[in-house]
């Protein structure tokens, strides 16, 4: 009997022992702190076209050599450099660039508090309303 | 006597379950009454669906799923509201006021428009102070409405007729004379300042390293000036554009409001 009960107890063992199998679900897990960026494409972007691969270029060495650097310092939510390159996607490189440089100019006006609306702790500007083409009454600050 | 007292209380117990039905016809009615009258209007709604139809209960779930935004519900219970009910008339301005509500718009004028019913004209020119142009004289507008509610019904209508709106044309040109100053005009001051500044000093520093014999600064700042000018062009234009659409948004919330507070004219 006393065999029988030793047999049962190491069995029970043996399955307890083998019951955990996600071992890597306790494991440390890399934390990243970073903000998203905008959209995914930026972040990974695919060029299609020369003036694309261009573009990502300049905006890759902006990140790598400014922005990682930098910090997150751009009161905008997109950032200006992501408000950038969506802009030229949306509509072309002359138009993108104009609002690039009317988005930066609002950038620096210090007295920007109110006209926006905040989302996550930042002011809220999407490329979207300065397309000419767009609905903006839902994006209208209350 | 323990058999006697036992049979007592079962007799009791089962009378008691028969005489106090709690799901009896009678008794969700006034369930549902109550939370209608707390403004508990989802469950009310559901109540009032476990009873027969009539027109009042159809009336009353109507009434339910408008006040908690269903609105494709509370028109269909509306619309089978019978002609010859007493309800008829009033559950039409309800099926109006649902169509206010839920901005099918379309659906309402055309509606207004085949009934020919005078009664529901004032619901086709509130429907057009929200989506078009097409209002008719001022007079013949105020004449559907009550008239102690004419003075502000008649702010509203000048503010569709000659909505505040500025041109981005005019913005456009304002800022290619004076950087920033098509900001300015479309009320965001301290956007026209900072353009106005950020122009005149790569200006400036352009012009000072030219007349120095710094020609490739010169250029810099020129080119850099150049795009700060040029976006502000373009910044002051869809500044218009962004003002004229706060302009129809805030004009549409105070009507919203206004029309609310109203309960859309319709008498309780």
Not at chain 1, 12 to 18: A, H, M, R, V, Y
Not at chain 1, 24 to 32: L, M
Not at chain 2, 131 to 154: A, H, I, R, W, Y
Not at chain 2, 204 to 215: G, R
């Amino acid at each position: 009997m006393k065999i029988i009960c030793n047999i049962f107890l190491f069995l029970i063992l043996l399955n307890n022992l083998s019951a955990q199998t996600e071992k890597e679900k306790w494991g440390k897990t890399e934390t990243d702190y970073r903000i998203n960026y905008h959209n995914e494409e930026i972040k990974n972007p695919e060029p299609k076209s020369y003036g694309e691969f261009f573009l990502h270029s300049v905006h890759s060495a902006y990140r790598f050599f400014i922005s990682d650097v930098d910090g997150d310092n751009c009161p905008f939510q997109p950032s200006c450099s992501a408000f950038f390159v969506e802009s030229v996607k949306e509509t072309n490189i002359f138009q993108g660039s104009l609002m690039f440089f009317d988005r930066f100019t609002r950038d620096m006006n210090i007295f920007k508090k109110g006209n926006y609306p905040i989302i996550g702790g930042k002011f809220y500007d999407p490329v979207e309303q300065y397309t000419f083409t767009e609905e903006k009454n839902l994006l209208m600050p209350e | 006597m323990k058999k006697y007292f036992f049979f007592l209380l079962l007799f009791t117990s089962v009378n008691a379950q028969k005489l106090n039905n709690l799901h009896s016809p009678e008794n969700i009615k006034l369930f549902a009454d109550h939370l209608f009258s707390e403004k508990d209007f989802l469950r009310a709604a559901l109540e009032y669906e476990k009873l027969p139809e009539d027109d009042s209960i159809n009336f009353k779930i109507a009434l339910s799923y408008q006040a908690i935004e269903k609105y494709d519900a509370a028109l269909d219970r509306f619309a089978k509201i019978n002609y010859e009910s007493n309800l008829y008339h009033i559950s039409q301005h309800q099926y109006f006021k649902t169509l206010l509500l839920s901005e099918q718009h379309d659906v309402l004028q055309r509606k207004i428009i085949i009934s020919e019913n005078t009664d529901y004209q004032k619901y086709l020119y509130i429907s057009y102070l929200f989506t078009s142009d097409k209002l008719p004289g001022k007079d013949e507008f105020l004449k559907s409405f009550p008239s102690n509610e004419k003075v502000e019904l008649s702010f509203f209508y000048e503010k569709k007729k000659n909505p505040p709106y500025k041109s981005s044309l005019t913005a456009g040109l304002l800022s290619a004379l004076i950087p920033g100053s098509g900001k300015i005009y479309t009320g965001r001051i301290g956007d026209g300042i900072t353009s106005f500044i950020t122009v005149s000093l790569l200006s400036f520093l352009s012009y000072n390293n030219f007349t120095n014999d710094h020609d490739f600064r010169g250029w810099l700042f020129a080119g850099l000036g150049f795009f700060f000018y040029a976006g502000n062009i373009y910044g002051s234009a869809v500044s218009a554009e962004i003002y004229n659409s706060q302009v129809d948004y805030q004009f549409q919330k105070k009507l919203k409001e206004y029309l609310e507070q109203k309960n859309y004219f319709i008498s309780e």
